[in-house]
């Protein structure tokens, strides 16, 4: 049993290393479960990654049944034997085509965001999936793959029924499978962790891995595993917080990630700032400042006191860990929990030496804005014209040295393409400079 797709594709990339060493690859998440963990693979394989989007072709009176599948840039395939056995004429394959394409386009946009597709002329292809039942949907898109000129394809899966892999073998040159337990009934049985991915999971993963492939956004660590990267469980008065603590190699600085607005640890936007953190060398550690009862009062999510009070309990946990000896701690704050990152920052005084703020509220910290002793970064979206009013308001009560960054064309959530890389940009470099060991900065 695999802990998570994260796992799983941890474990896939180590069997793939060897075989995939001298090939050009590009790695292809299946939309919306494999793309977890087609992001481990490529990682591990340094490879660019992409989605492949498909779909499949179901004639007319019996959909369930495939005559064929298509994929973007017009690609098709067909079932010939299909076709002339359930008798589907011109006509009938068009229009069944033009739905499943605008379909197949709108999906395809949603998670590039604006990118291009990765090309996979004369290249390797590795069609990736959180696991196998039937095996119809990576069929087609190993076809469909192979149509947009791949030279070779590797259908990779962390667990798959044996009956489903042998015709598997007849549209790709490989078939990699960790386990084929039997009996099998369903993917999700070999995850203790199954929950569902998410459009937002996918975007995030996918536009981070177009910014490791174009190189890191500021310089840091290199691609050390983490020291520590588990779940962690902080008693606050009482009431268990879960979190998540990353600390990678050569740690120059860590990171405690304030939620707000009813958001969790499982935020994919502060995930993915996280993971670029990590990937310059900053620990993070993601927490739920909330029980999952709380997260549904909307008076917990404005209560900036509540959030205050255990956010401070969190970092002296924090502090008292072994990984964080000799290491500067800042506080990253998104919408309610930047007022309480600002508010923390200002009772822990000279402890808390940065703090960003992602489309928050500074304003509800109120009079202890005056009290704040740690450098901050104010990161808001252009478009987000309210919450930029209110920025500006707060930083002109600041103790601190502050900066206001305007993101152009951003809007609240920052979902716009480019605008959420931008926001780990400006946010790894402030932490990277004000959390750098005293008496050393980086530029």
């Known amino acids: 049993m695999f802990r998570d797709r994260v796992e799983a594709g941890q474990l896939l990339a180590e069997l793939l290393k060897e075989r995939l060493a001298d090939d050009d690859v590009v790695v292809l998440g299946l939309p919306r479960g494999g793309v977890p963990v087609a992001f481990e693979v490529a990682r591990a394989l340094d490879a660019p990654l992409d989605v492949i989007v498909v779909r499949k072709l179901g004639v007319p009176f019996q959909p369930e049944l495939a005559m064929g599948a298509i994929g973007e840039a017009g690609v098709r395939v067909l079932n010939l034997d299909v076709l002339s056995m359930a008798g ?14 605008a379909e197949l386009e ?57 009956s489903s892999l042998a015709s598997l073998a007849e549209v790709a040159d490989e078939v990699v499978c960790l386990e084929l337990p039997e009996p099998f009934i369903a993917v999700g049985q070999f995850y203790r962790d199954f929950s569902q991915t998410t459009d ?71 995930r993915f700032v996280a993971a670029a953190l990590n990937d310059v060398g900053l620990g993070t550690l993601l927490f739920d400042l909330l029980t999952t009862p709380e997260e549904l009062t909307r008076s917990a999510v404005f209560d900036i006191e509540l959030l205050t009070v255990r956010l401070g309990a969190v970092t002296r946990w924090l502090e008292a860990q072994p990984e964080a000896h000799g290491l500067r701690i800042g506080y990253f704050g998104a919408s309610t929990g930047a007022a309480a990152a600002l508010a923390a920052a200002a009772e822990a005084g000279d402890r808390i030496a940065a703090v960003v703020s992602r489309g928050g509220r500074p304003d509800l910290a109120g009079p202890r804005l005056a009290a704040v002793r740690a450098p901050t970064l104010f990161i808001v979206g252009g478009n987000d014209t309210v919450v930029l009013s209110l920025n500006r308001q707060a930083q002109r009560h600041l103790g601190a040295e502050s900066e206001l960054d305007v993101v152009p064309g951003a809007t609240h959530l920052f979902e716009e393409p480019g605008a959420l890389e931008e926001v780990a940009r400006l946010a790894g470099s402030w932490f990277l400079h004000h959390l750098a060991p005293v008496g050393q900065t980086t530029g």
Request: net charge neutral; aromatic share 2%; hydrophobic share 40%.
């Open 88 to 101: 589907v004429d011109d006509a009938e394959l068009t229009a069944v085509e033009d739905r499943e394409r």
């Open 106 to 162: 709108r999906r395809a946009a949603r998670f590039r965001q604006g990118r291009p597709m990765t090309s996979l002329v004369g290249r390797t292809a590795v069609v990736v999936d959180d696991g196998i039942a039937t095996g119809s949907t990576a069929r087609a898109a190993c076809q469909v793959a192979r149509a947009h000129g791949a030279a070779r394809i590797h259908l990779a899966v962390p667990v798959a029924p044996r």
């Open 200 to 270: 937002e999971e996918v975007v995030a993963l996918l536009a981070r891995g177009a910014m490791a492939a174009s190189g890191p956004a500021v310089s840091g660590a290199g691609d050390d595993p983490p020291v520590r990267d588990e779940r962690v469980e902080v008693d606050v008065g009482g009431v268990s917080l879960v979190g998540q603590l990353t600390v990678p190699e050569a740690c120059s600085g860590l990171v405690v990630f304030a939620h707000g607005s009813g958001s969790s640890r499982h935020s994919p936007r502060n």
